[in-house]
């Protein structure tokens, strides 16, 4: 019982130290995490056409709370809490893709006002289809996009919520994972929270900052475009910079586990329509 004791100040100590273990692993991610940031607190800042719109109006606290939602993942991240990062990017990823919906339509912008009980009226598959058919009218001009890819587009976000579902609703992949983080022998484990800076750990941070970040990104491009922005104006070039940079970024830093399957998968896969030969790592 001494240990008790001491624990608390030993796990602000293991805290500083998994910190400092990895942020020579990390410190890419630093600048992709600040640059989308600092993209997402300008788009609003913008000149553009619709500001003032109740679709924009309604969409963004929930950018807001995304551009927070992204800034906690990266803290977690940072000292070591992983899972809990994960569990914070679910609802990322729901409020990044609330706020595009909303800034695309105000039909679908009053069909989430007049709910009832202040609730969002489409749960994450919804707005994962409703997200993919936006992003293709966007791209085709029209109505008339081919459905596989819609299927495609859709189901491939939604299985990024369906693995983090994994770490954050009660899996035994995902506790014994955390479990590795308290083992004082090869079977026995510390009932005490501890962050995990094992290297196995540092695949499941990359791709959970990579859904973060990636969903945030997605979310700020969806408001800009809804936004109807000028773009002949430094403020928007250096807005368009830090985005791609971010982008670029990301898909730079998930090359590094491109052919590794993570600690923690998606193991029920029944919702998936599309190709059976699609691989899906997570």
Known sequence: ??????????????????KNSTSFDLKEWNEI?????????????LKAKNHGQQRILSAAPFLKRSLTDLRSVWLL?????????????ASLYENALTASVLA???????????????EIPWGAK?????SAEIDLKRSFGN?????????GNWTVSYFGYKWLCQIKHPTW??????VKSSLVNEKDYVIFPAPCNKKEDLHLKFAVLGDAVGKTIAAIRSYCLS???EEDNEEYKLFEDKLSASYLGVIEQMKKYADKTPPVNVIDRRFIKIDPHNSFKG
């Open 1 to 18: 019982m001494k240990f008790i004791n001491k624990a608390w100040q030993l796990l602000e100590d293991f805290e500083e130290s998994t």
């Open 33 to 45: 995490v600040k640059s989308t940031i600092e993209a997402g607190a300008m788009v609003s800042m």
């Open 77 to 89: 991240i940072q000292i070591g809490y992983t899972s809990q990062a994960a569990s914070v990017t």
């Open 104 to 118: 695309y339509s105000d039909q679908l912008a009053q069909e989430a006002l007049s709910t009832k009980y202040s």
């Open 126 to 130: 919804k707005l994962a289809q409703l």
């Open 143 to 151: 109505d008339d996009f081919p459905k596989d890819k819609y299927e």
């Open 173 to 178: 992949q995902s506790a014994f994972h955390d």
């Open 227 to 229: 936004l109807e922005c």
